[in-house]
Nanobody, 124 residues
Framework: QYHLVESGGGLVQPGGSLRLSCAVS????????IGWFRQAPGSEREGISC????????NYADSAMGRFTISRDSDKNTVYLQLNNLKPEDSGTYSC?????????????????WGQGTQVTVSS
């Protein structure tokens, strides 16, 4: 049974930071591609960042480039998404997802296993 559990969301002021965690059980974060996705109310889910198997290469949406950083801790079997310089338009439910692919993709349909999500609200 594969489980992904997100945490770390919350309310933050513009310009602030959060670190989201995706704790994984049932498989190793080194053996599956992990992606982070965001869904705002009334909008489709969009890919934010992902990390690939083996070489750990990463990919970012244009909106995340330079502000967000994805990383993984093999010992803790957890993938993180560091959110810096947050903007109101970054608000939404952030979910992590996993699937077996050598090169990760920011495409919702490529992922089979999903967590429940954690809410991020950026507001003054």
């Amino acid at each position: 049974q594969y489980h992904l559990v997100e945490s770390g969301g919350g309310l933050v002021q513009p310009g602030g930071s959060l670190r989201l965690s995706c704790a994984v059980s049932g498989f190793s974060v080194d053996a599956y591609a992990i992606g982070w996705f965001r869904q705002a109310p009334g909008s489709e889910r969009e890919g934010i960042s992902c990390i690939s198997i083996h070489d750990g290469s990463t990919n970012y949406a244009d909106s995340a480039m330079g502000r967000f950083t994805i990383s993984r801790d093999s010992d803790k079997n957890t993938v993180y998404l560091q959110l810096n310089n947050l903007k109101p338009e970054d608000s939404g439910t952030y979910s992590c997802a996993a699937d077996y692919m050598l090169r990760c993709a920011l495409v919702t349909e490529e992922y089979e296993w999903w967590g429940q999500g954690t809410q991020v609200t950026v507001s003054s």
